[in-house]
T-cell receptor
Framework: AQKVTQAQTEISVVEKEDVTLDCVYE???????LFWYKQPPSGELVFLIR??????QNEISGRYSWNFQKSTSSFNFTITASQVVDSAVYFC???????????????FGAGTQVVVTP | DGGITQSPKYLFRKEGQNVTLSCEQN?????MYWYRQDPGQGLRLIYY???????QKGDIAEGYSVSREKKESFPLTVTSAQKNPTAFYLC?????????????FGPGTRLTVL
């Protein structure tokens, strides 16, 4: 069965510190996608990044970067030089196997609350 | 602007009443989803639809019903059979094709049972 674990329930930092969010996933499939979403206090989930299982290249996009390691089934996300506006809940998600009829569905982790104080 | 709208933003209901939450999208997405979020928890899938006139149960479908008569609309009815309906409900849509199926979310409806 698919499973996503975000062990950190809350992380508190002072502005300009870096924040790394951990995500560990379980899947038997060889083809899958991983996602990070942000949920600000307004409630709407905002899509941040998507990574497919064939591409382990780690990238940086502005203040965001991610570290995808298939060997450890981890997909960690880092916010560099955090700002107060980064305060939100961050969710990691895993797609259903594309070999099934239900592909496109996402399995979400429990989320990590990030609190950035001035 | 393209996007997903949900209404109402806040909804109050008395026990024993059915209520319908609206979800509309103008993104021309084929797939639509309903999630429930309880405080401090992640999202749990209630129902999803990959095409018009077809939908499947998610992980927690009991006490809920949906319809998908139009591509743009995927309303969710919370019935009196749902024992603990107070929660935040999120609707999402996507294009379920290879490599491009991230889900886009609406602003949510917060349902409170009085």
């Amino acid at each position: 069965a698919q499973k996503v674990t975000q062990a950190q329930t809350e992380i508190s930092v002072v502005e300009k510190e870096d924040v790394t969010l951990d995500c560990v996933y379980e899947t038997r499939d060889t083809t899958y996608y991983l996602f990070w979403y942000k949920q600000p206090p307004s409630g709407e989930l905002v899509f941040l990044i998507r990574r497919n299982s064939f591409d382990e290249q780690n990238e940086i996009s502005g203040r965001y970067s991610w570290n995808f390691q298939k060997s450890t089934s981890s997909f960690n996300f880092t916010i560099t030089a955090s700002q107060v506006v980064d305060s939100a809940v961050y969710f990691c998600a895993l797609s259903e196997p594309m070999t099934t009829d239900s592909w496109g569905k996402l399995q979400f982790g429990a989320g990590t609350q990030v609190v950035v104080t001035p | 602007d393209g996007g997903i709208t949900q209404s109402p933003k806040y909804l109050f209901r008395k026990e024993g009443q059915n209520v319908t939450l609206s979800c509309e999208q103008n993104l021309n997405h084929d797939a639509m989803y309903w999630y429930r979020q309880d405080p401090g928890q992640g999202l749990r899938l209630i129902y999803y639809s990959q095409i018009v006139n077809d939908f499947q149960k998610g992980d927690i479908a009991e006490g809920y019903s949906v319809s998908r008569e139009k591509k743009e609309s995927f309303p969710l009815t919370v019935t009196s059979a749902q024992k603990n309906p107070t929660a935040f409900y999120l609707c999402a849509s996507s294009i379920p094709r290879t490599g491009d199926f991230e889900q886009f979310f609406g602003p949510g409806t917060r349902l409170t049972v009085l």
